[in-house]
């Protein structure tokens, strides 16, 4: 256990009307790589936020640290509708993407697929074959997905948006992958 200050709030901004704001506090408190997912508490035993990250030059307990309120948790936990496609992915983009030959700057280039998930019965495949490019790992030939209901994925974070759209649909809606969104064999 460790003691410290809230010393700032910030509240990142919304991209659209579908995205939510994140609020984060900024602590002086002793944070290790390790603790992200740790309550921050009050003095008087409430939990104020959660540990995410800290910004070290040493990869040590100095720097900044930020842990997401615990309003924010709550919105993203529990009161978003949660889905669950079975899909594990990796962001491609910039050179990785021209490399792959992507008709878009970026896409999710898909790692597993859970048995029994809805993407494993939909026929989405997963990669096999591992790379290491750049000292990043992540499996090739998997299909990669360009759009989803016609959000396109994109560099900066269009995740919020495509949640949403997946979270508005009622039961017997169609979830639409369009054209070009399965690269397979890259």
Same mark, same amino acid.
């Given at each position: 256990?460790?003691?410290?200050?809230?010393?700032?709030?910030?509240?990142?901004?919304?991209?659209?009307?579908?995205?939510? +704001?994140?609020?984060?506090? $900024?602590?002086?408190? +002793?944070?290790?790589?390790?603790?992200?997912?740790?309550?921050?508490?009050?003095?008087?035993?409430?939990?104020?936020?959660?540990?995410? =990250?800290?910004?070290?030059?040493?990869?040590?307990?100095?720097? #900044?640290?930020?842990?997401?309120?615990? =309003?924010?948790?709550?919105?993203?936990?529990?009161? $978003?509708?949660?889905?669950?496609?079975?899909?594990?992915?990796?962001?491609?983009?910039?050179?990785? +993407?021209?490399?792959? =030959? #992507? @008709?878009?700057?970026?896409?999710?280039?898909?790692?597993?697929? +859970?048995?029994?998930?809805?993407?494993?019965?939909?026929?989405?495949?997963?990669?096999?074959?591992?790379? =290491?490019?750049?000292?990043?790992?992540?499996?090739?030939?998997?299909?990669?997905? #360009?759009?989803?209901?016609?959000? @396109?994925?994109?560099?900066?974070?269009?995740?919020?948006?495509?949640?949403?759209?997946?979270?508005? #649909?009622? @039961?017997?809606?169609?979830?639409?992958?369009?054209?070009?969104?399965?690269?397979?064999?890259?």
């Amino acid at each position: 256990m460790t003691a410290g200050h809230v010393s700032g709030r910030h509240t990142l901004n919304k991209r659209s009307e579908n995205t939510t +704001a994140v609020e984060f506090l $900024q602590t002086d408190a +002793a944070i290790n790589s390790g603790n992200s997912g740790s309550p921050v508490f009050s003095l008087d035993g409430e939990i104020l936020g959660i540990v995410s =990250n800290i910004m070290s030059r040493s990869g040590g307990s100095e720097g #900044l640290a930020f842990a997401e309120t615990s =309003n924010t948790a709550r919105r993203l936990l529990l009161d $978003q509708k949660p889905f669950w496609s079975g899909i594990e992915g990796f962001l491609v983009d910039g050179d990785l +993407a021209r490399a792959l =030959n #992507l @008709p878009q700057p970026a896409g999710v280039l898909v790692q597993r697929v +859970a048995e029994g998930s809805i993407a494993w019965r939909w026929g989405i495949h997963a990669g096999k074959l591992r790379a =290491n490019v750049e000292g990043e790992e992540f499996i090739l030939g998997g299909d990669i997905i #360009l759009r989803v209901n016609d959000v @396109p994925v994109e560099q900066s974070g269009s995740y919020d948006e495509i949640y949403s759209s997946i979270g508005r #649909l009622r @039961p017997g809606d169609n979830l639409v992958l369009g054209e070009l969104v399965l690269c397979r064999g890259t």
